[in-house]
């Protein structure tokens, strides 16, 4: 069950304590904020490096993963369009709490698109139309931000490609959101140290 994965252990009393998400909080992986995964958008330059393709060494964080010391991978990159705060961050934190409140099959999830753009803070004033091109960008960049994992000696390479999401797939007529994870990285959501991040 995904949801056994916010749970931490408080080192004072040894108890485990369940971190829920709510309207105004969400379990995040240090590991992502650190990397600088998601970074602030400047005004001023927000044309400018919209489409800047980003690249990032995670070696350090992700090869902690299980997956990694499974394969005996020794080097993780993130690579992918520039990810902003302004919204591709509530954007996945609303994949976070969609993968945290609702029920898990398999690596799929589904929910109303409605309740998903609230879980991505957007105001349920806004129209349909302003959902969409808020949400629909943010979900091409996310799901086109790549996770590799490699190993590579004097003869031979080993590699495991992945992406943040696998796929996502909404139909406002229906109502309808869908998001699919690897298996393989659901550990990312449950990383040894979370925090609650306040949004604003």
């Known amino acids: 069950d995904i949801k056994k994965l916010f749970g ?6 040894g108890e485990l304590v369940t971190l829920t998400p709510n309207n105004n909080n969400t379990v995040q992986p240090v590991a992502l904020m650190r990397l600088g995964v998601f970074v602030p958008t400047l005004k001023s330059l927000k044309n400018s490096k919209k ?6 060494d995670a070696t350090e964080e992700l090869t902690r993963l299980s997956l990694a010391r499974a394969e005996g991978f020794d080097k993780v990159e993130i690579t992918g369009p520039r990810l ?3 919204n ?4 996945w934190v609303g994949i976070i709490h969609s993968f945290a409140r609702h029920n898990v099959i398999g690596d799929k999830v589904e929910l109303p698109f409605v309740e998903f753009a609230k879980l991505c803070g957007i105001p349920s004033s806004q129209s349909s139309r ?3 091109e808020r949400i629909s960008p943010s979900l091409k960049r996310i799901a086109g931000t790549v996770i590799s ?8 390479t080993r590699e495991y490609i992945t992406h943040l999401v696998q796929s996502a797939y909404y139909d ?5 959101v869908q998001l699919q994870a690897d298996p393989r990285l659901f550990e990312l959501y449950q990383f ?3 925090v609650l991040l306040q949004l604003k």
């Open 172 to 176: 406002t007529e229906r109502d309808i």
């Open 51 to 56: 489409n800047t393709l980003s690249r990032t």
């Open 88 to 91: 591709d961050f509530k954007t």
């Open 149 to 156: 994992f490699s190993r590579t000696d004097e003869k031979h």
């Open 84 to 86: 902003d705060m302004d």
């Open 130 to 132: 302003r959902l969409r």
């Open 8 to 13: 931490e252990v408080d080192k004072s009393s």
């Open 192 to 194: 040894d140290r979370k």
